[in-house]
């Protein structure tokens, strides 16, 4: 999904020179102009590319723009992404109304070029909310309410923050669905593109999480998303990021799952960071893969909750035909050893094989590929 940002300087400047990051565009009818052109040429189905002249030639008489496809295979791309993050100001400068406007335009001219494509508005940043809540941020809820119509497909959320605010999603969800309802609007997708937790310790403030609090809140980020109704969640990517914006203690440097040896493990001290030089896969990044090789084949918009009461949670999958169930205790938010719930469960009997989720070893570099799955703690039990 390709996100179309308003970032041209030589259109900025034109009407923008002192802004402090993108803002509507100057020269309205040229970026809807590029827009119509790029969703023809990758919506697989215009047989011209949306190019003007024929081959070698596309936009202008002379320019060999004609495309050409590695293999000969042509790609198609139908999700639109409109900008991102617009409630932070090095991403959007403008109003929120201005947005609005700016994403009514696009999404008419996405359509009329691509009428099977679907329009994504920016996701939402949740940076500068606090720890204790996730709320629809104002900038946002400006958006909707500037909006005369509705002029987008899916809603996109961004979700970072440390080990148990999973649970925070659901709040952000139900006020956005219940602000649209207002306006008529139901029936709305809402994504996750960026999800994630840290390991590691990003600064003093943030803290330090281990590998094992990052894999253990990935199982629960992608369930308890799923199961609140996303229908896509991405992690956002695989391998540390280094230096991020040239900055080695910036916070997207601990979010992934494999390590970069330009990424610092500790920057308690931002003035001197350390733990450069690591290598090799967390323990989030095999807690994925049991998650994929357990839940392969489920149906991801049939989950359905069977316990979400005293931090217990419990959700039951269909997998291969079969019952599959994830269950946990948030134990850090309360006092105890254990915790019983007693559930009954009508489609199983006999033994159940439990497996826990996370590798049983303090990080990755305890483990060996070759040894995958036999790592993660594994028991049959009888049911009662």
Known sequence: MPTVQSYAAWDQDACHPSRKGPMFPCDLDGYLSFLRAVVARYDGAHPDYGCAYPEPDCYQPGDHQYPRWQGGARPAIHYWQIENEVNLKPSWSDSPARYAALLEQAY????????????????????GVSAAVYPLTDFYRGIYEAMGSRCFDIIDDHMYKRRGDYILYRQRQQETAAVLAAKGWTGIEFWSTEMATFSGTPSRAMGYQSEQDQADELVKRFVFLFASGARK???????????????????????????????????????????????????????????????????????????????????????????????????????????????????????????????????????????????FNTQEVPLH
């Open 108 to 127: 008419r001219t996405i359509k009329s070029a691509c009428p099977d494509c679907k329009v994504v508005m920016a996701g939402q940043s949740g940076q």
């Open 233 to 375: 969640v991405c992690w956002p990517k695989i391998i540390e990021q280094g230096w991020f914006h040239g900055d080695p203690c910036n916070p997207f440097n601990f979010t992934d799952l494999i390590q970069n040896p330009l990424s610092p493990e500790d920057c308690s001290d931002m003035d001197n960071p350390k733990g450069f030089g690591r290598t090799g896969k967390k323990l989030s990044y095999y807690t994925l893969k049991l998650l994929i090789h357990k839940l392969e084949g489920s149906d991801w918009r049939d989950i359905r909750i069977l316990h979400q009461e005293g931090n217990v949670y419990v959700f039951e999958f269909k997998s291969k035909g079969k019952p599959l169930y994830v269950v946990w205790w948030d134990w850090f938010r309360e006092q105890g050893e254990g915790k019983t719930v007693e559930l009954e469960l009508k489609d199983i009997s006999g033994k159940v094989t439990i497996t826990e989720a996370v590798p049983d070893a303090a990080n990755g570099s305890e483990l060996r590929d070759a040894a995958y799955p036999l790592f």
